[in-house]
C-alpha cells in the first residue's frame, strides 16, 4: 500500500523551493498578544470613566441625579453582593438564549431556503431586507396586544429582531461563494445535499457568522426594549431592574444596570463573535498568523 | 481501495483493449446564445484520446479548449455530437488550484475520499501517500494559504489522484505560476503520469509545455475551435524543456498557430 516514489533529480530542487516558500509565522508569546490587544481596551475605558467623573465635578447636573462612577459601581458592588443582579442577569440571559437560538434556527432555515428557491427569493428576499430596517421596538405594542404581557411577546420581537439579520448573513455569502469551488465540488462529487454540506455552507461561514454577530446586537436591543415594555411578575430581567431603579430614584442603581448591560453585550459581542470571527479570518488567510 | 500505481511498461494494456479509446469525441459542437448572436465555441470536433496517452491541447484564445475539457468532463453539455468517457468519472485540475480555504491540506484531499464512501478508518493512510506522492509529506497540517502556489497545485494533484479517476484533466494548470516551478511541476507530472498509467488531456496556451509533456499534440483553430493540425511528439523521456528537440518541434507548432491566427485576422 504504501507507495515509495523513485528518487528523481527534481526532488531535491522541489524540497528546496518549498522550503523557501512556506510562510513561517513569527512566533511572539500569547500573554504579549493578549496585553496588545488589550491594553487600547483598558485605555479606553479609563478615558470614558474620567470624563464621567469629570462631568460629575463640574457639577454638570445634581450629584443625586447623575451620579459619578464610584457611586455607581459601589451600587454595583451591592448588588453584585446581594445577588439581586446575578438573578436579573440569569432571567435576561435565559430569554437571550432561548430567543438567538430561535432567531437562529429560523434566520438559517429561512436563509436556506430563499438562497436555494429562486421563487421564495423574488416573494421575499427584498422583505428580509425591508424587516431588518424595521425597528423592532415597533413590533411591540402588536406583541403585547397578540401575546399579552408574557415571555412570548418578549421573545416574539427578539426573533423578529435577530433572524432577518441572520437569514441576510447566510443568503450573502451563499450569493458569494465562489463558482470555482463550485466547480471543484462538482469534480469531486459533492453535488444536490452534498454540495451543500461540504462546499456551500462552509464557504459561507464567514458571511453566515457576520449575520449571526448583527443578528446579536439587534436581539440585545430588542431584548432590553421589550424588558422594559414588558413587565411579569416575579420575572424581573435587567430591562425591569434599570426602569424600577429610576421609579426608586436609585440613580447609582440605573448606572449600574447600564453597566452591567453594556458589559454583557461587549463580551458577548468581542469575546464570542469576535473570537470566532478571527479564527475563521485566520484559518482562511484573511489576516496574517501574527496579528 | 488499492492507491496502487501501474506501472505503464509492466501493467497489461489489454485490460482495456477492444473496449476503444478512453476518451472520444465525435463530431462534437458546442453554440452559446443563439440567433445572430450565436458564438460558435467548438465546431464539429472529434477526436480520440487512447488509454495511457498524454494529449496536449494547444491553440490561442477563443478556440474553446475550456469549453472542449469541461465537455469532457460532464460540467457542460454539447450541443451536437457525443462525448464518451471509458474508466470512470474523469477529474479536472483548473488553472487555479481551488483547494477549499476553510479545510487543511489533508482534509482538502480526504474530501475527495469521503464523497467516494471510503472507509475513515483507510482514508487516513491513502492521504498520506498521496500527498507523498506529490512531494508534500510534512504539510499535511497547513491550510492551503500558507503554501505557495506551486505547491497548493500539487495539492490539487493529490486531491484530484484520490478520486481514481483513470482520466485527468487538466485546464492550464501552471499557467499562473513561475517558471522554474512549471518546470518542476513538469518533471512530477510526467513521474505520476508514468507510475499510474492515467489518460491525460492537458490544456495549455505555452506551445513548449505541450511538446515538453505531451505524446501528441493537438491544434485548435480560433472561433469557432476546430481541429487545424495534429503533431506526433516522438522526442524520448525524460524531456527538458529547453532541449533542443522540444525547441524544434515547438517553433514548427508555433509557426503553423501563427498562420491560423493571422488567417482569422484576413476573415474578419
Known amino acids: ?10 526532488e531535491e530542487e522541489l524540497a528546496g523551493l518549498d522550503a523557501l516558500e512556506v510562510k513561517t509565522p513569527r512566533a511572539r508569546s500569547r500573554a504579549r498578544r493578549i496585553w496588545s490587544s488589550l491594553w487600547p481596551k483598558f485605555a479606553a475605558v479609563g478615558i470614558v470613566l474620567l470624563v464621567w467623573q469629570i462631568l460629575v465635578w463640574a457639577h454638570w447636573r445634581p450629584k443625586y441625579v447623575f451620579p459619578g462612577p464610584g457611586a455607581a459601581f459601589r451600587s454595583l458592588w451591592d ?116 454540495a451543500y454540506r461540504h462546499v456551500i455552507l462552509p464557504a459561507a461561514f464567514p458571511s453566515f457568522l457576520g449575520g449571526m454577530k448583527q443578528g446579536w446586537a439587534f436581539a440585545w436591543r430588542s431584548l432590553m426594549a421589550g424588558e422594559l415594555l414588558v413587565v411579569i411578575g416575579g420575572r424581573a430581567g435587567l430591562g425591569f431592574t434599570l426602569d424600577s431603579a429610576r421609579l426608586r430614584q436609585d440613580y447609582p ?12 453585550g461587549i463580551m458577548i459581542d468581542s469575546l464570542l463573535f469576535g473570537v470566532l470571527e478571527r479564527r475563521v479570518r485566520r484559518r482562511w488567510g484573511l489576516i496574517e498568523a501574527t496579528s | 481501495m488499492s492507491l496502487r500505481p501501474r506501472a505503464r511498461e509492466t501493467t497489461e494494456p489489454d485490460l482495456h483493449m477492444g473496449s476503444g479509446s478512453a476518451v472520444s469525441l465525435t463530431s462534437v459542437s458546442k453554440v452559446y446564445g443563439a440567433g445572430a448572436e450565436a458564438v460558435h465555441a467548438v465546431d464539429n470536433v472529434s477526436l480520440d484520446v487512447e488509454f495511457g496517452e498524454f ?62 464512501k471510503i472507509d475513515r478508518a483507510d482514508r487516513k493512510q491513502v492521504v498520506g501517500s498521496l500527498l507523498e506522492m506529490v512531494h508534500l509529506t510534512g504539510f499535511g497540517s497547513k491550510q492551503p494559504h500558507e503554501l505557495s502556489g506551486g505547491m497548493r497545485q500539487r495539492v490539487a494533484i493529490a486531491r484530484a489522484l484520490a478520486q481514481q479517476a483513470e482520466i485527468l484533466l487538466m485546464d492550464e494548470p501552471f499557467g499562473a505560476l513561475d517558471a522554474m516551478t512549471r518546470d518542476l511541476l513538469h518533471d512530477e507530472v510526467e513521474r505520476l503520469w508514468q507510475d499510474t498509467g492515467f489518460s491525460i488531456v492537458f490544456v495549455t496556451h505555452n506551445v513548449r509545455e505541450a511538446v515538453r509533456l505531451a505524446d501528441r499534440v493537438i491544434l485548435l483553430s480560433s472561433r469557432p475551435g476546430r481541429i487545424a493540425a495534429e503533431f506526433p511528439v516522438d522526442i524520448p523521456r525524460p524531456r527538458r524543456i529547453e532541449s533542443p528537440e522540444v525547441g524544434a518541434l515547438a517553433t514548427e507548432i508555433t509557426a503553423r498557430l501563427r498562420e491560423e491566427v493571422k488567417h482569422h485576422g484576413v476573415q474578419t
Open chain 1, 1 to 10: 500500500m504504501a507507495y515509495r516514489p523513485e528518487p528523481a533529480p527534481f
Open chain 2, 55 to 116: 494529449l496536449c491541447l494547444v491553440g490561442a484564445s477563443g478556440c474553446g479548449k475550456s469549453t472542449l475539457l469541461n465537455m469532457i468532463a460532464g460540467l457542460d453539455k454539447t450541443t451536437n455530437g457525443t462525448v464518451e468517457v471509458r474508466g470512470g468519472r474523469p477529474t479536472l485540475i483548473f488553472q487555479e488550484p481551488a483547494l477549499f480555504p476553510w479545510l487543511t491540506v489533508e482534509r482538502n484531499v480526504d474530501l475527495a475520499l469521503k464523497l467516494r
Open chain 1, 253 to 264: 442603581g440605573l448606572m449600574a444596570t447600564m453597566i452591567v448591560i453594556l458589559v454583557i
Open chain 1, 79 to 194: 448588588d453584585v453582593a446581594n445577588g439581586r443582579i446575578l438573578r436579573a442577569t440569569g432571567v435576561t440571559m435565559e430569554r437571550a438564549a432561548i430567543g438567538y437560538g430561535i432567531a437562529l434556527l429560523i434566520g438559517s432555515a429561512i436563509g436556506i431556503a430563499v438562497a436555494r428557491v429562486a421563487v421564495l427569493r423574488a416573494a421575499i428576499g427584498s422583505l428580509i431586507t425591508g424587516l431588518q430596517t424595521m425597528p423592532s421596538v415597533a413590533w411591540f405594542p402588536l406583541a403585547i396586544v397578540v401575546f399579552r404581557l408574557s415571555e412570548t411577546a418578549i421573545l416574539f420581537v427578539v426573533v423578529l429582531g435577530a433572524a432577518p439579520a441572520i437569514a441576510n448573513g447566510l443568503i450573502s455569502g451563499i450569493d458569494h461563494v465562489p463558482p470555482l469551488l463550485l466547480r471543484a465540488g462538482r469534480v469531486l462529487g459533492a453535488r444536490g445535499m452534498k
